[in-house]
């Protein structure tokens, strides 16, 4: 649901840029609402399953990561309240790899 959440809003936001316009104030709010009713569903589905458990480190990682994208809520948003801002992270990836893989030929630089 998360993933489709990002999908749609980067399709409409490409959409908006090709016609010259941005989100309004409104939309923006509208957005952030649903990402945090998404939050509230992974959360309550995150309680049902550890319900009447008595370990549950391994739904620890779920339990993170639900912490985390609430905690960074603007900044997993911000490529809907910046224009410039690209909805993935694939260049810094694409040049961490570069890198990455020099290291491993040359052995160090």
Same mark, same amino acid.
């Given at each position: ?7 749609? %809003?980067? #399709?409409? !936001? !490409? ?10 104030? !409104?939309?923006? #709010? ?16 995150? @309680? @049902?399953?550890?319900?009447?458990? @008595? ?7 779920? +339990? *993170?990561?639900?912490?985390?994208? +609430? ?9 809907? %309240?910046?224009?410039?801002?690209? *909805? ?6 694409? *040049?961490?790899?570069?890198? !990455? ?9």
């Amino acid at each position: 649901m998360l993933r489709s959440f990002f999908f749609d %809003t980067n #399709k409409w !936001k !490409k959409e908006l840029m090709d016609m010259g316009v941005y989100f309004s104030e !409104k939309e923006i #709010k509208d957005y952030s609402n649903k990402f945090l009713e998404i939050l509230d569903m992974g959360d309550a589905e995150y @309680q @049902q399953a550890i319900e009447g458990k @008595q370990r549950i480190v391994r739904f620890d990682e779920e +339990r *993170c990561l639900l912490k985390r994208l +609430r905690e960074y809520a603007n900044e997993h948003l911000r490529y809907i %309240t910046v224009p410039e801002v690209p *909805c993935g992270n694939s260049g810094a990836e694409r *040049c961490a790899k570069e890198v !990455k893989r020099k290291v491993r030929v040359s052995g160090g630089f």
